[in-house]
């Protein structure tokens, strides 16, 4: 099995005043959303237990979550890793600046577990590149390292942002980034 990868050809300005440039922009190409029912036959299926049951087990837990993720705490997810609540906000050097108006976003944080690191690093990624007209003009397979991206424990990213987190710290700053620089 590989994961998928599409690289369009697209042009990217840089400013309001830039004419742009092309750039092939990669993103992960996803099968569907599956169907919650289906995720419960499968579970139930491979538990050995009722769909009836395994419903229940599943609603149950998503209530839990629900309820403790806001609380602060770090909730494992079975074979997965675990969640918890993080921030985004912006730093000041005197405590009498403090105030809630520095904090820009709040996000759920995932740990994945190492198991599920070892499974996608030993994933072989796939990248078909499309060219401004929608053609296939090439086809790549990884032969990447396999990398996985750790979550940053650090205090601050940029000059003037911090993600804290119940447990520890982890970097915040624009998840999504801008335009990269690098082509393919």
């Known amino acids: 099995m590989a994961l998928k990868v599409k690289a369009r050809?697209?042009?990217?300005?840089f400013s309001k005043t830039s004419e742009g440039e092309?750039?092939?922009v990669m993103q992960p190409e996803l099968?569907?959303?599956l169907d919650k029912d289906k995720v419960i036959r499968e579970a139930a299926l491979r538990s050995g237990v009722s769909e009836g049951v395994m419903k229940a087990c599943w609603d149950a837990a998503g209530?839990?979550?629900k309820a403790?993720?806001?609380?602060?705490?770090?909730?494992?997810?079975p074979g997965l890793g675990s969640c918890r609540f993080g921030l985004s906000a912006e730093t000041v050097t005197d405590v009498n600046k403090v105030k809630s108006s520095l904090i820009k976003t709040r996000r759920i944080v995932f740990v994945p577990s190492v198991d599920l690191k070892d499974e996608l690093k030993n994933t072989s990624i796939v990248i078909t590149c499309f060219d401004r007209n929608g053609d296939i003009v090439?086809?790549?397979?990884?032969?990447d390292d396999g990398t996985i991206e750790e979550p940053d424990t650090s205090d601050t990213t940029g000059e003037n942002t911090t993600d804290n987190?119940?447990?520890?710290?982890?970097?915040?700053?624009?998840?999504?980034?801008?335009p990269s620089d690098e082509g393919l």
Request: overall charge negative; cysteine-free; hydrophobic content about 25%.
């Open 9 to 13: 050809e697209k042009l990217l300005k």
């Open 22 to 24: 092309y750039r092939y």
């Open 31 to 33: 099968y569907s959303a």
């Open 63 to 65: 209530e839990v979550i």
């Open 68 to 77: 403790w993720l806001p609380e602060g705490h770090s909730i494992p997810l």
């Open 138 to 143: 090439k086809r790549v397979t990884s032969d």
């Open 165 to 178: 987190t119940q447990g520890g710290s982890t970097s915040g700053g624009d998840d999504n980034g801008g």
